[in-house]
């Protein structure tokens, strides 16, 4: 087999948020011996070949002739066991799970096998009148309806008794599967067959579909939200679940979002109840079972109040953590134990939104039976799935994962290289700059922000606690320089320098702050960090630089006083003082870079040339280098690591200026 047909075909999918979203869905290919489909947990997205398991076709057909018990748990575990003896490779068998519908893609004869999950069929699928929509619409003998049931072995079972009746009656081979509250199977020998006839399924569905969810923009109480964020963020990080991982423990994002819909939803308790989200198994998965919808108070003090009890009680009755929470009259908030897990959440509940409002097209939504449901919850076979998911997006276990960090002036230089640093860290990274929309990196926010602009920096920190639900991390980088003598430089090129590099950093303090003071009185316990990345010149006087040097004197001065202001709220505020970053373009910019400033100020006796001021500085650090962005990184690291460190200023100068 050409394997890169089915990677093609399940990369199509897979990032076609119209057929699947998340990790849901598979795919397969068959050829007279072997089966190859996906591994559980392996997102459709980005497959490569090392995503499908190579199982052996003979002794799949071997488990429809074996007995199963009846009850639920050992039934799984024994289907679990025959799956794994399929595997061709026995290296794999104790490392790697085929998808969990391995036995129902066995059972179709075609090549191709795509099992997805779009919701303008899930519309048909999840409503009351779907079985009979799809005669319907659909009244060729190669469709297929198949009744609600638990997935897995129950799901493939059922479909082998449904294909059998069909097959007795005279009919062909289904080539298009509804699942009821489940999805849709497309089955065809050739990738542009199975195109074709998804295609049709959903331009014939869509012919019938009456209402769309409305998702224009709607004008949030912005500031209320981002002072919310950070109070559910910390409730439901700070919730000691004894089924809860480390992971769970230790790391909470809360994305906020509304649209017109949304503040339709969320308007009464009553009409946000309607949306079910127990539409499919994906749902349940990856939004919860069930919402936590929080009312509506106007003093903040009691809002906190009300949220506190909502968790607590959501907590005790259900234990496990809502993925979603409503706030009357605001927007939802979509959490998770990582930034990719809160998405997934917000994603999986607007898709429920999505298929319940196409359902009213059809007879009216109609969520899984109640047993099913608690089948979901306690399925070893999904639980496995989201682990997977999460272990592969965990990455590392630095301090720093899943952390939520702003970089002012990160867009360039230093900034940029620290936003590099952390975001391979793990970290969820800010990049606040007034260059920001020329950053093509999309592993970022960006925000564009001025930091000597009181009303810029309260915007930057709302929107930084409206993507990710608070702030962790405050690195103040965003700095300027402009060398001079006296009588050479100007008023205004001082002030410049001194709004950038000092009344900056106190702006970002004062607002970052007050979120990381929200974050503290919700989880006493959760240390903070504010680092201002201030200079070797912060330390020591710098010739014919005094407005530079001025200023991060200052910031010294300000990083301990607010060092000894916030302790109490476990905010630790810290400067690192690099050395000269001669390859920065600070430094290198050949137009206005600190090397052609300081030969035209002569500030360097006897330079003529840039080499010359260059080798001049190098000569004056012991260890005959200037500073680089790893040197910063690790100190940054150092920092927030320490629970004993505030109010310091830490040189990374390579020995040249030494604290006393």
């Known amino acids: 087999m050409n394997i890169n047909e089915l990677i093609q075909i399940s990369r199509y999918y897979g990032s076609n948020p119209e057929y699947i979203l998340e990790g849901g869905g598979n795919t397969s290919y068959k050829d007279d011996k072997y089966l190859y489909i996906k591994a559980s947990g392996v997102s459709l997205s980005s497959i ?25 748990k050992e039934r799984e575990a024994l289907f679990k066991e025959y799956l794994k003896y399929s595997i061709a490779d026995p290296d794999e068998r104790c490392t790697r799970r085929p998808s969990v519908e391995t036995l129902l893609h066995a059972l179709l004869p075609y090549r191709f096998v795509i099992h997805t999950h779009p919701s303008f069929v899930n519309g048909i699928t999840c409503s009351r009148d779907g079985e009979e929509a799809v005669k319907r619409l659909f009244s060729d003998s190669r469709v297929l309806w198949v009744p609600s049931v638990n997935p897995g072995y129950i799901l493939a079972k059922t479909l082998k008794e449904r294909i059998e009746q069909l097959m007795n009656s005279g009919s062909a081979w289904p080539e298009i599967i509804f699942l009821e509250n489940h999805g849709l199977i497309v089955a065809a020998d050739t990738v542009r067959k199975i195109k074709e006839i998804s295609e049709f399924v959903i331009k014939r569905i869509k012919t019938e579909v009456k209402t769309v969810p409305d998702n224009r923009p709607v004008k949030a109480n912005r500031t209320r939200a981002a002072g919310i964020a950070p109070a559910v963020r910390m409730l439901l990080m700070n919730s000691r679940l004894k089924t ?100 997934a959440a917000l994603k999986l509940f607007l898709d429920a939104l999505k298929v319940y409002t196409y359902t ?67 970290c969820n990274v800010v990049i606040a700059d007034l260059k920001a929309q020329n950053l093509s990196e999309n592993k970022y926010q960006t925000i564009i922000a001025d930091v000597t602009d009181e009303k810029s920096v309260k915007n930057m920190i709302t929107e930084t606690v409206l993507l990710y639900g608070g702030i962790d991390l405050l690195v103040s980088n965003a700095g300027v320089l402009k060398a001079g003598s006296l009588d050479s430089m100007d008023y ?21 702050s007050k979120i990381m003071k929200i974050q503290n009185r919700f989880n006493s316990e959760y240390f903070m960090d504010i680092i201002q990345i201030n200079s070797k010149s912060g330390l020591l006087g710098s010739r014919k630089n005094f407005a530079y040097a001025g200023s991060k004197f200052g910031g010294i001065g300000l990083t301990q006083s607010f060092a000894l202001e916030l302790v109490e709220y ?18 290198s910019n ?29 000569s004056k650090v012991p260890m005959k280098r200037g500073c680089q962005i790893e040197d910063i990184n690790r100190a940054l690291i150092y920092l927030v690591e320490q629970k004993y460190e505030t109010g310091q200023a830490l040189p990374v100068t390579g020995g040249q200026i030494m604290l006393k």
């Open 48 to 72: 490569d070949k090392n995503g499908f398991i190579k199982l052996e076709r003979e002794k799949l057909n071997d488990i429809w002739k074996k007995e199963f018990p009846s009850e639920y």
């Open 244 to 343: 809860a991982t480390a992971t769970e423990q230790s790391s909470s994002i809360c994305t906020f979002y509304t649209d017109k819909s949304v503040e339709q939803l969320v308007s009464t308790r009553k009409i946000f109840n309607r949306l079910p989200l127990t539409l499919t198994p994906d749902h349940i998965v990856y939004a919860g079972f069930k919402a936590l919808f929080i009312p509506e108070e106007h003093e903040l003090e009691k809002q906190y109040k009300q949220i506190k009890r909502g968790i607590s009680d959501y907590l005790t009755i259900n234990r496990v953590k809502p993925k979603i929470v409503a706030v009357e009259n605001l927007g939802i908030f979509a959490c998770g134990v990582s930034s990719n897990d809160a998405a």
């Open 492 to 512: 205004k090129s001082f002030k410049f320098v001194t709004d950038v590099n000092y009344s900056g950093f106190y702006l970002c303090t004062k607002y970052a």
């Open 570 to 587: 476990n905010i630790k505020v810290n400067a690192i003082c690099p050395g000269n970053f001669f390859d920065g373009p600070l430094w």
């Open 590 to 618: 050949p137009k206005n870079g600190l090397f052609i400033q300081y030969l035209k100020a002569s500030k360097v006796p006897g330079a003529k040339s840039i080499e010359d001021v260059r080798r001049y500085y190098e």
């Open 360 to 426: 009213e097209s059809f007879g009216g939504v109609k969520p899984m039976p109640e047993d099913q449901v608690e089948f979901i919850k306690k399925w070893e076979g999904e639980s496995y799935r989201r682990k997977v998911m999460l272990n592969r997006q965990a990455g590392n276990s630095s301090v720093l994962r899943e952390k939520i960090a702003v970089v002012t002036g990160g867009a360039q230089g230093i900034g940029a290289g620290i936003a590099q640093g952390l975001l391979q860290e793990g």
